[in-house]
């Protein structure tokens, strides 16, 4: 008697995942024909050329472990008529996911806007991303800022100090990862200090004390002065010189 010709089984199909990750089960149907008493070894390569067999999987089923790059697997099917091949089962493995950064760092006055903070984006893993900002007061409690959702971002006027980061997601759930934290440090409100020296002085004569101002408070703590005079509601004008904390008036006045 002649037995039935000797075919491969059908097998599970293709798969893509992300880096390092372990791959669903792979499953081969048995084959048909031949004698029907029939044994399996996977093989597995790199390179869809040259195949290896996998010591012990020698079963219908095998379970890859973790893989970093593009692998190939078929099953060899023999019995008594020889040795068939399965289709091969191609698994292709996106590159490793590598989150980016953002810069930015600056130091603003009170109730400024910062210029745009900027995002640098990912790579690695399917090469589809999806970005969110969020902004914290204390560098600890980072919150999602609603709409901020593009590689960069501009904020509004900071009254202060405030910290940013960017989430960035890969598609096919490849990777969520934080970028570095960049810092908007807010200077103190900047308020004037007060001027003294108010005076009733007769006509031709020169003030008997010396103006004086206290310093002013917050900004970079670093400050000039300048100070102005005006008559009977005139616009104020500079007083050449008169620089300083403190101010005499040199001349008569009227």
Same mark, same amino acid.
Not at 154 to 165: I, V
Not at 201 to 206: A, E, K, R, S
């Given at each position: 008697?002649?037995?039935?010709?000797?075919?491969?089984?059908?097998?599970?199909?293709?798969?893509?995942?992300?880096?390092?990750?372990?791959?669903?089960?792979?499953?081969?149907?048995?084959? *048909?024909? =031949? +004698?029907?008493?029939?044994?399996?070894? @996977? $093989? &597995?390569? #790199?390179? %869809?050329? !040259?195949?290896?067999? /996998?010591?012990?999987?020698?079963?219908?089923?095998?379970?890859?472990?973790?893989?970093?790059?593009?692998?190939?697997?078929?099953?060899?099917?023999?019995?008594?008529?020889?040795?068939?091949?399965?289709?091969?089962?191609?698994?292709?493995?996106?590159?490793?996911?590598?989150?980016?950064?953002?810069?930015?760092?600056?130091?603003?006055?009170?109730?400024?806007?910062?210029?745009?903070?900027?995002?640098?984006?990912? *790579?690695? =893993? +399917?090469?589809?991303?999806?970005?969110? @900002? $969020? &902004?914290? #007061?204390? %560098?600890? !409690?980072?919150?999602? /800022?609603?709409?901020?959702?593009?590689?960069?971002?501009?904020?509004?006027?900071?009254?202060?100090?405030?910290?940013?980061?960017?989430?960035?997601?890969?598609?096919?759930?490849?990777?969520?990862?934080?970028?570095?934290?960049?810092?908007?440090?807010?200077?103190?409100?900047?308020?004037?200090?007060?001027?003294?020296?108010?005076?009733?002085?007769?006509?031709?004569?020169?003030?008997?004390?010396?103006?004086?101002? *206290?310093?002013?408070?917050?900004?970079?703590?670093?400050?000039?002065?300048?100070?102005?005079?005006?008559?009977?509601?005139?616009?104020?004008?500079?007083?050449?010189?008169?620089?300083?904390?403190?101010?005499?008036?040199?001349?008569?006045?009227?």
């Amino acid at each position: 008697s002649v037995l039935d010709e000797f075919l491969p089984g059908g097998v599970s199909p293709d798969q893509m995942l992300c880096f390092n990750t372990q791959p669903a089960q792979l499953v081969a149907d048995p084959p *048909t024909g =031949g +004698d029907g008493i029939y044994t399996y070894q @996977w $093989q &597995s390569s #790199t390179d %869809n050329v !040259t195949f290896t067999d /996998i010591t012990g999987a020698t079963a219908l089923t095998y379970q890859p472990g973790l893989l970093t790059t593009n692998t190939y697997y078929q099953l060899n099917q023999t019995c008594i008529c020889g040795t068939v091949t399965t289709a091969v089962i191609t698994i292709d493995v996106h590159p490793d996911y590598n989150v980016g950064s953002i810069s930015g760092d600056q130091t603003i006055c009170y109730n400024t806007a910062p210029a745009a903070l900027i995002g640098t984006a990912p *790579t690695g =893993g +399917d090469g589809t991303y999806t970005y969110q @900002w $969020q &902004s914290s #007061t204390n %560098n600890v !409690t980072f919150l999602d /800022i609603p709409g901020a959702t593009l590689i960069d971002y501009l904020p509004s006027a900071l009254t202060t100090t405030t910290y940013f980061r960017q989430v960035q997601t890969s598609g096919s759930g490849c990777g969520v990862e934080n970028t570095n934290t960049l810092t908007i440090t807010v200077l103190n409100e900047f308020l004037a200090g007060t001027a003294t020296g108010n005076q009733t002085i007769c006509f031709n004569t020169i003030p008997a004390l010396t103006l004086h101002a *206290t310093t002013p408070t917050g900004g970079d703590g670093i400050y000039s002065y300048q100070w102005e005079k005006s008559t009977a509601g005139a616009p104020f004008t500079a007083i050449g010189g008169a620089t300083t904390l403190d101010y005499s008036e040199p001349n008569n006045l009227f």
